[in-house]
């Protein structure tokens, strides 16, 4: 058995280099952390507001959220990805954009919002807002990027299951 060369200088590296790691690893953690609370707070006020239960984040669904954001950092259109989820998305121009404002941006449309007759005020959106309450959503998963060129930041929000199904309420 061949044993390893391994100096208490080059062991020490070694060591100190997996500590590294191992903390950039936990900071972008609680990095990824920090950032779905931002967009969880506000969708769950929304439904908070209207009696509803909470969604909960959900990784896989924020995972899917990320690689769509990542297919329009290069143009930043405004484009749903077609995919298995429900899907709100939002670009703003510049940099700075929080999930706060883009998730208050949808949860704005909500005074378009009729439930009465289940509809949007003519000439306005409301799908946005009654994606986020939709009542059998459970999860949500959200992502932004900076858009290549600096042409802005591109934001999105999957949601599981989806909702927005025609001719049916959000509650």
């Known amino acids: 058995m061949v044993k390893p060369d391994c100096t208490r200088g080059t062991c020490l590296l070694i060591i100190f280099l997996i500590f590294f790691q191992c903390n950039r690893i936990d900071a972008i953690y ?17 439904r908070a507001a209207l009696g509803m239960r909470p969604l909960v984040w959900d990784w896989r ?3 899917y959220a ?10 930043c259109a405004l484009r749903h ?3 298995p989820y ?11 954009w929080t999930p706060a404002q883009a998730v208050g941006d949808w949860v704005e449309e909500r ?6 007759t289940n509809s949007c005020a003519e000439g306005q959106e409301c799908g ?8 059998s959503t ?21 949601y599981d299951p989806p909702g927005n199904y025609i001719g049916e309420r959000p509650y």
């Open 86 to 96: 429900g899907e709100n998305i939002f670009w703003g121009s510049g940099s700075g």
């Open 111 to 116: 005074k378009w919002y009729e439930h009465k």
């Open 61 to 63: 669904v924020a995972r």
């Open 128 to 135: 946005h807002y009654t994606q986020i309450i939709w009542g």
């Open 30 to 46: 609680r990095n990824q952390l920090n950032l779905a609370t931002q967009f969880l707070a506000p969708h769950n006020a929304a």
């Open 81 to 83: 990805s077609n995919g």
């Open 138 to 158: 459970r999860r949500v998963g959200c992502a932004m990027v900076t858009c290549l060129g600096g042409r802005g930041e591109f934001i999105t929000c999957n």
């Open 66 to 75: 990320a690689w769509y954001a990542n297919q329009r950092r290069g143009d």
